[in-house]
């Protein structure tokens, strides 16, 4: 059912979209000349590359572009390479770029001289989640117990996650916020990395995303305490969510493409339209169900509103952590 | 018993007429892939992924995999014919390769390189077969503790038994760790060592700008101003008697080989290690069981051989924590497990019992990429040797335009290709001066991985340092560390004493 309804959301923002760029003609006629760069704000091999190349082999495999679209990895500096590469492509109607949260962290954070209001906003994908998990032999069934662990351990309680500063070691600001714990946050290097070391014992606790520690979860080595989404997660049917326990602590990683300052609008219409229809594909949907993403789709004014809205509350979110 | 039948259904996928075409198209690019510096299995493997749709997801597999193992054969052939490591993997291969290939044994290297390459691949190969399930518990027994002195460990056996110049080498490691650092810190998040507010160096100092500098680079510089019209290299000659000398030559170094490959699988397996600590292990540890040490460093051949089983073992190893636990060792299974991702597969402890066919398909195949391997590369030997018989001028015109390309295109930032060029006559001026170059390249490796697991493990003790000891594993490998860095410095001693004594006498 959600689906459905996201879907035809979808087209009904899509068509809005279109009817706001309808006067030239060109609108229906312009396709890529050369083949089209996409842009990946992480390194190779990383959750974020590996979704962008799913879309492209999905666009490839289902002839959605006339022309290749060519993956590039510009993951230096937490996408401020990507980020100023995109800055300078202004009005380039052949780049687009593959987002993720630090789209916006990462302007906030360092002085990159970007402003993400200029970039074109194409379509969002996908939300992806976050759960609080811990290893499978601890003693921790809900989220009290874990509170109470936590608490019992004054401050030497291990929390895995990313990098500093990016969305891992956000959410772990949120809930030590929440619940004013005093948890040791341990940066790895990805997501499989800190699923690892929870199932072998060298961390405590991790926020990974569903898709990474799924294979864990299913040989039963990890156990989820709660999702930081407002609706149950279908592959977790019985984790409770932190809105049902009564904590307003939602966090979603987002999957978007954006364009260029300046991009042709028709060109903008032929990007968006393709990406409609890559959301529409059977083998996208069976992926974001199997890894429990949220196929969210969303173009146009309403994903720049969302953008500038995610990057309010970021700034506030960083702000609350370095003071803390 | 029940493996076998296993594997039995495993060679029946990867010996189709369609598995093995992949497996020599495969290897045959990987080969020449990893041979050109600055493009490595990572690239060869990005560059296909897109593509492996057209094939089910068991041959795609198998074309990745015959592509990683063809570059890490193919990562022999630069370091030991122009002395540039195509991968951080094949450093070590230079230390012996290279003179080889100046004494006019380059065949012989190249043999030696291969037949090597196949036996620690095929070793591997056999004990991923027997114990990759339980030794997926090995790999998750290792912390940031233990991480980090696995690391340590590497870099002693390094200064311990590199020795020419214990003061050189040690001056050129803390310039290496010096450079690991510039970027983006993964601890804190902040920028560090951004010369000149220069954005390319968020992203850090890659291994292959800095190796393709000072070696590539660096060596062409040197050798023109050394060798002005004496050809760099004596040139090669390639008969088939010579190829059943080497394989003799080779048969010889059994001790020194399975020593490797049980090294390089075991380092290998460890996720955050790979193979570049394993090929430099197994180097220190075949000088030191040597009965000629001397020779190491002048074109042993045992020199060549060691690295190379011990870096195609441990690609082997890399594999297993991917499959097992969907943890990628090295950037290079990182992108093979997003291509199984990409076909719908879980990696993780679930797969072996959910996808057999596909585990077990791929396992075969790795036999198989492996024999194809040695095969394709034994035939192209005399290939690679008749490259080095261009005259001087033009083969190093040649080497400057491919360091050029090598180097930009990973990236494509000219950033790069102007670091490169400054490294590369920094490099040229440390070797004048008799500085050795692998301590400072394998330090910008090795480096952040010490770092992080250093600054991990004291945020996870409250800044404990004793925990590094408290922990078996890791308390050994600092142990064994000691051991490595004592040793020759008793030797030194020793041999001080007797210098000392002697006249007196």
Redesign the interface.
């Known amino acids: 059912m959600k689906t459905r309804f996201t879907r035809r959301m979808a087209m009904a923002l899509a068509a809005s979209a279109g009817l706001m760029m309808a006067g030239p003609a060109a609108a229906e006629e312009w396709a890529p000349q050369k083949p089209v760069e996409m842009v990946i704000m992480a ?4 959750g974020a ?2 979704l962008a ?2 879309f ?2 999905i666009i ?2 289902e002839g959605l572009s006339k022309m290749p679209i060519l ?2 990895n510009k ?4 996408g ?2 990507a980020l ?1 590469y995109l800055k300078d492509k202004s009005g380039d109607n052949h780049v687009i770029m593959a987002t993720l949260n630090s789209y916006y962290t990462t302007p906030l ?2 002085d ?1 001289g970007v402003n993400i209001e200029e970039f074109t906003p194409i379509a969002r994908m996908a939300l992806d989640t976050f759960v609080l998990w811990v290893n499978a032999d601890s003693d921790i069934q809900n989220l009290d117990d874990y509170v109470a662990a936590v608490k019992a351990a004054g ?2 309680w ?1 929390m895995g996650g990313t ?4 969305e891992d070691s956000l959410v772990t600001a949120m809930l030590q916020n929440e619940f004013g714990l005093d948890i ?6 990805g997501g ?2 800190v ?3 929870l ?5 405590d606790s991790s926020v990974n995303n569903p898709s990474e520690a ?3 979860y ?2 039963g ?1 990890l156990r989820p305490i709660a999702a930081f989404t407002p609706d149950r997660i279908e592959v977790f049917p019985d984790t409770p969510t932190m809105t049902e326990l009564g904590h307003d602590l939602v966090y979603w990683m987002q999957r978007s493409f954006v364009a260029p300052a300046g991009m042709d609008p028709a060109a903008v219409a032929y990007y968006t339209e393709m990406f409609e229809k890559l959301n529409a594909t059977e083998e996208w949907q ?2 974001t169900q ?1 890894k429990a993403l949220m196929a969210d789709f969303l173009t146009g004014q309403e994903l720049q509103d969302y953008f500038l809205e995610e990057r309010a509350k970021h700034d506030e979110l960083l702000g609350s952590m370095a003071e803390g | 018993m029940e493996l076998l039948g296993h594997l039995a259904d495993g060679f029946a996928t990867s010996l189709s007429p369609l598995n093995l075409f992949i497996v020599i198209i495969g290897v045959t690019a990987g080969l020449f892939i990893g041979a050109m510096p600055g493009l490595g299995s ?1 690239n060869g493997v ?1 560059i296909v ?3 492996t ?1 057209i094939v089910p997801p068991a041959s795609a597999i198998i074309l990745l995999a015959a592509i990683y193992y063809g570059a890490m054969y193919g990562g022999a052939i630069s370091s030991i014919l122009l002395g540039i490591p195509g991968a951080s993997t094949a450093v070590a291969t230079t230390f012996d390769g290279r003179p080889m290939a100046q004494q006019g044994k380059a065949g012989l290297a190249l043999i030696a390189a291969a037949c090597a390459s196949f036996v620690g691949g095929t070793i591997s190969v056999v004990l991923f077969t027997l114990f990759a399930a339980p030794l997926a518990d090995i ?6 503790a233990e991480e980090f002195a696995l690391v340590l460990l590497a870099f002693t056996t390094f200064v311990g038994l590199g020795g020419d110049d214990v003061l050189k080498t040690i001056i050129m490691i803390c310039l290496g760790l010096a450079l690991s650092t510039v ?2 810190d ?4 902040q ?1 560090r060592l951004i010369f000149f507010d220069e ?2 160096f ?3 100092i890659s291994f292959l700008v800095l190796a393709i500098g000072v070696y590539g680079i660096g060596e062409i510089l040197y050798t023109i101003e050394t060798q002005k019209t004496a050809p760099q290299v004596t040139p090669a000659k390639l008969t088939f008697t010579e190829l059943w000398y080497g394989i003799k030559e080779i048969n010889k170094l059994w001790k020194t080989m399975s020593l490797g490959s049980f090294l390089g699988f075991f380092v290998g397996m460890l ?2 290690a790979g193979a570049t600590p394993a090929a430099l292990m197994s180097y220190g540890i075949a000088k030191l069981t040597s009965k000629t040490p001397e020779k190491f460093g002048k074109g042993a051949i045992e020199g060549v051989a060691a690295p190379e089983t011990a870096n195609n073992a441990a690609s082997t190893g890399s594999l297993l ?1 991917m499959l097992t ?4 060792g090295s ?1 290079t299974t ?2 093979l ?2 291509g199984m ?2 076909w ?1 597969l ?6 072996f019992i959910e996808q057999p066919d596909f585990v077990w398909g791929l396992i075969s195949s790795l036999y198989t990429a492996n024999l194809a391997a040695v095969l394709v590369n034994l035939a192209l030997i005399p290939l690679f040797v008749w490259a080095l018989r261009m005259p001087f001028t033009v083969l190093c015109s040649l080497v400057f335009v491919l360091c050029l390309v090598g180097g930009y295109a990973p990236s ?1 930032k000219l950033h790069d290709v102007w670091l490169i060029v400054g490294f590369g006559v920094a490099g040229y001026l440390l070797r004048k001066a008799d500085y050795p170059m692998a301590p400072l390249v394998l330090a910008l490796v090795l480096g952040p991985l010490m770092e ?1 697991s250093f600054r ?1 493990t004291l ?2 003790e ?1 800044g404990n340092v004793l925990a590094f000891i408290e922990r078996p594993i890791s308390g050994t490998f600092i142990a064994i560390s000691v051991i490595f860095f004592a040793l020759p410095l008793l030797k030194h001693v020793k041999r001080w004493l007797k210098r000392d004594l002697s006249p007196a006498e």
């Open positions: 390194g190779q091999g990383g590359d590996r190349r799913l492209q082999s490839q495999k993956p590039v993951g230096g500096g937490s401020a390479e100023r954070r360092t990159i401050g030497s291990k990098g500093t500063g990016q040791t946050y341990v940066p790895f290097k499989g990395d699923a690892k070391n199932v072998g014992g060298h961390i799924l294979g864990f299913q040989a080595k069976t992926y199997e | 990572v990005a992924l897109p593509i749709f790999a998750l027994a290792f912390g940031p970027g983006l993964l601890i804190s998040g920028p954005p390319g968020y992203s850090g996720p955050a924590p636990l969907g943890i990628p950037p990182a992108l497990l997003g991702v990409m719908g879980v990696p993780g402890p679930m797969l494509q992080k991990q945020i996870s409250q």
